[in-house]
């Protein structure tokens, strides 16, 4: 719970809401993608018509969404969470380490990390799609068996352990981005720098990431059950882009709880004024 503390303090109260407010307008056309790439809608849809879905490996991996949307929104997205976060990325590693926080070039802001976030990225889809193609797969062996129930408890097990997969390799690399970033380190050093830093810590790491994940897919479903088209879109884009914002801060903040490094940021805002003036004389 102390990264997550952590990384709320730093959007809502460190600044007073100025970095939500800058972040998340960053994270925006990412949350506009996603709600466009997979909106809420189609995972109900997809669990409450699971007796009647389709069952064949397009039609689960995309959860009945058309295959050219798809490819089309997938790329979309992927080169708007390269753009976004390079800026996301820049912006605040400056206010971690030198206690500013603006966005006042974003093109050099994009230029400085656009490096580690696209290896960083690429990795990361790489992941995506193994992780995609393997629940895909047992979730079509699910849905070849006979009995309803059988089938649909086979299916939320398989759902359950892939998630617990899921979460453990991406906590494993939650550190990947900020030390290519921070460290200036190739992104060979850098996995293995990652791996080696977060393997003892991986519940904690966890549990900061996929709380926010579960909380927004629970929220945005439950919107769509309602039925409104528009308002299920507008909630998955705000929903998407509070969840980008926060894990992009994440990353960075948990890099500096993990390896104990001065914020100045923290500093800078954490003072009293009776510090302010014992300090300044």
């Not at 850098?190 to 519940?203: E, F, G, L, P, Y």
């Amino acid at each position: 719970m102390t990264h997550i503390k952590s990384t709320i303090e730093y959007l809502l109260f460190l600044g007073r809401g100025k970095r939500l407010l800058t972040i998340g307008t960053l994270a925006t056309p990412v949350g506009f993608a996603l709600a466009w790439l997979l909106p809420s809608g189609n995972y109900t849809k997809w669990i409450v018509n699971y007796k009647t879905t389709p069952n064949n490996f397009l039609s689960i991996f995309t959860f009945d969404v058309n295959i050219l949307h798809y490819g089309i929104a997938s790329l979309a997205t992927i080169l708007l969470v390269i753009a976004s976060a390079s800026i996301m990325v820049s912006v605040i590693s400056r206010s971690l380490r030198v206690g500013v926080f603006h966005c006042r070039k974003p093109f050099s802001d994009f230029n400085d990390s656009l490096l580690p976030v696209f290896a960083g990225t690429s990795t990361f889809v790489i992941m995506i799609v193994v992780y995609k193609i393997a629940l895909t797969l047992f979730l079509t062996l699910a849905k070849a068996i006979r009995n309803y129930y059988v089938s649909l408890t086979f299916s939320m097990i398989t759902l359950i352990i892939m998630i617990v997969i899921a979460s453990i390799a991406f906590s494993l690399m939650s550190l990947y981005i900020p030390i290519m970033s921070i460290m200036g380190v190739r992104y060979k050093e850098a996995m293995v720098m990652s791996i080696r830093k977060t393997n003892h810590r991986i519940a904690p790491i966890a549990v900061g990431m996929w709380t926010p994940i579960i909380v927004k897919t629970v929220v945005g479903s439950l919107v769509a059950l309602l039925k409104m088209a528009l308002m299920s879109f507008i909630v998955d884009i705000v929903l998407n882009t509070l969840l980008f914002a926060y894990l992009v801060s994440y990353m960075m903040i948990t890099y500096y709880d993990i390896e104990n490094l001065n914020r100045e940021d923290y500093d800078k805002y954490k003072l009293t004024s009776k510090d302010r003036k014992l300090k300044n004389g």
